[in-house]
């Protein structure tokens, strides 16, 4: 399977999402630049975290018009898996691939240590290698973590299962602790912690590796005969 992982003026979280791919799954990935006009030979786009363009106006607004999210929106349009982490999280949500909008953290300050998440939903093809209900510690480094929709939004998240992830305590303001949500059609991942930063027991935990695993996976069914 071949990632891009897309890299914005800002970026500074496209290594780790690199290393995560290649070095701990062994797939292909390969850095994109934010103005790229073609995606198609890619399986997978992943989205890393930073701050693109310097957060200027708010965090993603800026990114949502690089020349590369036509082509972002084409690949989620065709089915492939879209994971935004973290300021990838606030491009999508700012490009309209995910709905909601992240706010600043209640407390106004920015945030860095590992919390703990709830799977909400493990069938999606982000997280079927881990169980229903499992709880994972994963790293967050946030500012601007706190999402929030309206009701009918969060209503309408509810009934379709796109609640992926919550936080296992209310530390950011997080709606419902919402830490990650799918799109409808289930291709499109956001969340604001950081999987690729637990990958492995040498940088402090693995509970990230299993939603790598998952995409994986979850396209080797879809595209490689078993014959």
């Known amino acids: 399977m071949k990632f891009a992982v897309i890299v914005f003026p800002g970026s500074n979280c496209d290594l780790d999402m690199y290393h995560a791919v290649k070095d701990e799954l062994g797939e292909e990935a390969e850095y994109v630049w934010h103005d790229s006009k073609d ?3 890619y399986d997978g786009i992943l989205l890393p975290g930073g701050f693109s363009y310097g957060d200027y106006l708010r965090c993603g607004a800026i990114a949502q018009f690089s020349g590369v999210m036509d082509e972002v929106r084409k690949a989620a349009e065709a ?22 909008v992240l706010l600043r953290n209640k407390n106004l300050k920015f945030m860095c240590r590992t919390v703990g998440l709830k799977v909400e939903n493990n069938n999606t093809l982000f997280t079927n290698e881990y169980k229903q209900g499992e709880e994972i510690q994963i790293p967050i480094a946030h500012g601007e973590g706190n ?80 014959a």
């Open 39 to 41: 995606l198609s030979s």
């Open 79 to 100: 089915g492939k898996p879209v994971l935004g982490i973290c300021n990838g999280f606030q491009i999508l949500t700012e490009a309209g691939l995910l709905p909601g």
């Open 147 to 226: 999402y929030y929709c309206d009701d009918a939004t969060y209503d309408h998240l509810k009934e379709n299962n796109q609640i992926v992830f919550t936080y296992a305590d209310d530390f950011n303001g997080s709606r419902n602790n919402i830490a990650g949500i799918i799109n409808e059609r289930g291709n499109v991942l956001g969340m604001m912690p950081h999987p690729e930063r637990a990958v492995s027991e040498l940088i402090g935990g693995k509970d990230g590796l299993a939603l790598f695993r998952s995409i994986v996976k979850q396209w080797r069914e879809s595209h490689v005969s078993h």
